[in-house]
């Protein structure tokens, strides 16, 4: 089955540095990738996501990029600020039992210090 | 944030106790999930309910046993439990199984006793 690995698993930066989280997938046969932001006490929510199809996506100051070749794709956050720290999920897609579901990474808990 | 709801919020119980969590989505969703939070896993899929069929159950213990009545309600009956099943149980629906977007719930804060 597929297998996602996160890394780091904490990050700090300064604020309106950047921050770079990465991960990597086992399964070649993966299509999907989304990011997940989950702020303390809340549930998580859909920040970005990229297809198979796609090399790199932005919306503002996020972006994702994918190499399907090498299995890892990394969520950059440029110019942050004190809202972006929470925890944040890669996943990939697994189709298994003729359903897709989504495998998550073990979550990377980012810190914005002002 | 309305679309996916979760009852109750909070839930301590003892090992012989049984209780049930309750999800419930308004969006017109035909996939519904249930996913465990703990320290150790942070996201780990329990269940998987496709037009109300399960298509996925993740050899997830007996002690945990969902049902989906329609589209719009899931649920998990809990029984003898155990203390490291504390955590965290999260429902969340998507428009169909596969590369969608899925909506969480708030989540269910479970603590065994």
């Known amino acids: 089955g597929e297998n996602v690995e996160q890394h780091p698993s904490t990050l700090s930066v300064q604020e309106g540095d950047s921050a770079v989280i990465k991960c990597t997938y086992s399964?070649?046969?993966?299509?999907?990738f989304p990011w997940y932001k989950q702020e303390l006490g809340k549930r998580p929510q859909l920040i970005i996501d990229i297809r198979s199809n796609v090399g790199e996506k932005k919306d503002q100051r996020i972006a994702v990029t994918l190499n399907k070749t090498a299995k890892h794709f990394s969520l950059h956050i440029t110019e942050t600020q004190p809202e972006d720290s929470a925890v944040y999920f890669c996943a990939a897609s697994e189709v298994a039992a003729g359903a897709q579901k989504l495998v998550f990474g073990q979550g990377t808990r980012l810190t914005i210090n002002p | 944030e309305t679309g996916v709801t979760q009852t109750p919020r909070h839930l301590v119980m003892g090992m012989t106790n049984k209780k049930s969590l309750k999800c419930e989505q308004h969006?017109?969703?035909?996939?519904m999930y249930w996913y465990k939070q703990s320290a150790k896993k942070p996201l780990e899929l329990m269940f998987v309910y496709s037009l109300e069929e399960r298509v996925e159950n993740n050899s997830v213990p007996s002690r945990f046993s969902p049902e989906c009545p329609n589209s719009s309600h899931l649920f998990l009956h809990l029984h003898t439990l155990q203390p490291e099943d504390s955590a965290l149980y999260l429902c969340?629906?998507?428009?169909?199984?596969?590369?969608?977007?899925?909506?969480f719930g708030p989540g269910t804060r479970l603590t065994v006793t």
């Open positions: 969340a629906s998507s428009l169909q199984t596969g590369p969608y977007e899925q909506y």
């Open positions: 969006l017109g969703h035909n996939a």
């Open positions: 399964d070649s046969a993966s299509n999907y």
